[in-house]
């Protein structure tokens, strides 16, 4: 299976700062037909986790465009340009380009 | 509008077989490229895929849990199904459904899941 390893574990950062979350896989992501199958999803404290960013990069509706995602191959990064209140939370990336779908552990967004 | 619900026993004995539905809305899954996928998430932990079901009944299951899942679903009632046999208390998790639409924006919508514990 594919394994993803996120950095930091956990992120502790001041409202309107910007961080950065890295996802690294043990092997490429780039599928045979051309697409990267990395998303991220954003699980805040007693919530579902939601789709913020998929095929690397395109950012899903309604997800504000201080998230943005970047990277290619076996490196991947969620950058967020201003953190808000409502950012805090478990980030994981997870991937589909190689079955089975596995996920990052995850990296936890807390306030400073 | 996407919807998704998960219901499920709450609690069950180890050793018995774990019954989950998935209730949804907003799309079908006799729609082409539809999906519906399970995932699960133990307490204070993270993201496990169990298995997803395709518009044309096609199945994947997580290896790792071996023959113990069987996913299905009842299309002209919007509800898909996991079975889990031979549960044991390593199988107490929050268990979620989400919509898996196979162009690249996969779990785009997901339950507010439902809580599992399997103990004695």
């Known amino acids: 299976d594919v394994v993803l390893t996120q950095t930091p574990p956990t992120l502790s950062a001041t409202i309107g700062q910007s961080v950065s979350i890295s996802c690294r896989s043990s092997q490429s992501l780039l599928h045979s037909n051309g697409n990267t199958y990395l998303h991220w999803l954003l699980q805040r404290p007693g919530q579902s986790p939601q789709l913020l960013i998929y095929?690397?990069?395109r950012l899903e509706s309604g997800v504000p465009n201080r998230f943005s995602g970047s990277g290619s191959g076996t490196d991947f990064t969620l950058k967020i340009s201003g953190v808000e209140a409502e950012d805090l939370g478990l980030y994981y990336c997870v991937q589909g380009t190689h079955a089975p779908y596995t996920f990052g552990a995850g990296t936890k967004l807390e306030l400073k | 509008q996407v919807t998704l619900k998960e219901s499920g026993p709450g609690i069950l004995q180890p050793s018995h077989t774990l019954s989950l539905t998935c209730s949804f809305s907003?799309?079908?899954?006799?729609?082409?490229?539809?999906?519906v996928s399970w995932i699960r998430q133990p307490s204070g932990k993270g993201l496990e895929w169990l298995a997803s079901i395709w518009w044309n009944g096609n199945t994947y299951n997580n290896p790792s849990l071996k023959s113990r899942l069987t996913v299905s679903k009842d299309t002209s009632n919007n509800q898909a199904f996991l079975k889990v046999t031979s549960v044991d208390t390593a199988d107490t998790a929050t268990y979620y459904c989400a919509h898996t639409p196979g162009t690249g924006r996969e779990f785009d919508y997901w339950g507010q899941g439902v809580m599992v514990t399997v103990s004695s």
């Open positions: 907003g799309f079908s899954l006799s729609t082409y490229g539809m999906g």
């Open positions: 095929l690397v990069s």
